[in-house]
T-cell receptor, first 113, second 110 residues
Framework: EPEVTQTPSHQVTQMGQEVILRCVPISNHLYFYWYRQILGQKVEFLVSFYNNEISEKSEIFDDQFSVERPDGSNFTLKIRSTKLEDSAMYFCASTRESYNEQFFGPGTRLTVL | GNSVTQMEGPVTLSEEAFLTINCTYTATGYPSLFWYVQYPGEGLQLLLKATKADDKGSNKGFEATYRKETTSFHLEKGSVQVSDSAVYFC?????????FGKGTRLHILP
């Protein structure tokens, strides 16, 4: 069964460094998402992406964040200058049709020191 | 906007006990409702869903009914197993994004 994959599973970085989190969505899906879950808190929407552009972004998704689909398979989340409060589990999701169920990856745990 | 509220955990039960995890929603329009599960060390998996009032979603022995009159989508299972130990998230959609509850951690004791 096809699934969403994410790499790395755990990323440790120093405050102020740039990180890129990678996702490979399910191959025939067209809509892509990033969510995050700070430890002990709820899963929050960050951004949605369709047709090579951002469809919607939350207030969390400020100028330090960017997303890209650099080729036909990868979907990346970049944090330009990480802060301590960016430490969280980041989930990628995809779906074939908007408003449908979304399929989530296993997550990348980001730790900012 | 659309949101869900679910019961706080953790919930600890013995194997073969009956499970209920409460979830209520607030919404404009007619949202879909979901239960996602996160097993230890894994990502979020869709457990079941319902797209309209009175729909019942079911999977792996779990059930939830979309009740408009009580704005609820409670998760139930008649006889839980140790392997059901996980975090369960009630969720709804708003536009095309998923809105999650805080999650309920479930421990099943052998």
């Amino acid at each position: 069964e096809p699934e969403v994959t994410q790499t790395p599973s755990h990323q440790v970085t120093q405050m102020g460094q740039e990180v890129i989190l990678r996702c490979v969505p399910i191959s025939n899906h067209l809509y892509f998402y990033w969510y995050r879950q700070i430890l002990g808190q709820k899963v929050e929407f960050l951004v949605s992406f369709y047709n090579n552009e951002i469809s919607e972004k939350s207030e969390i998704f400020d100028d330090q964040f960017s997303v890209e689909r650099p080729d036909g398979s990868n979907f990346t989340l970049k944090i330009r200058s990480t802060k301590l409060e960016d430490s969280a589990m980041y989930f990628c999701a995809s779906t074939r049709e908007s408003y449908n169920e979304q399929f989530f990856g296993p997550g990348t745990r980001l730790t900012v020191l | 906007g659309n949101s869900v509220t679910q019961m706080e955990g953790p919930v600890t039960l013995s194997e073969e006990a009956f499970l209920t995890i409460n979830c209520t929603y607030t919404a404009t329009g007619y949202p879909s409702l979901f239960w996602y599960v996160q097993y230890p060390g894994e990502g979020l998996q869709l457990l079941l869903k319902a797209t309209k009032a009175d729909d019942k979603g079911s999977n792996k022995g779990f059930e939830a009914t979309y009740r408009k009159e009580t704005t609820s989508f409670h998760l139930e299972k008649g006889s839980v197993q140790v392997s059901d130990s996980a975090v369960y998230f009630c969720a709804t959609n708003r536009d095309d994004k998923i809105i999650f509850g805080k999650g309920t951690r479930l421990h099943i004791l052998p």
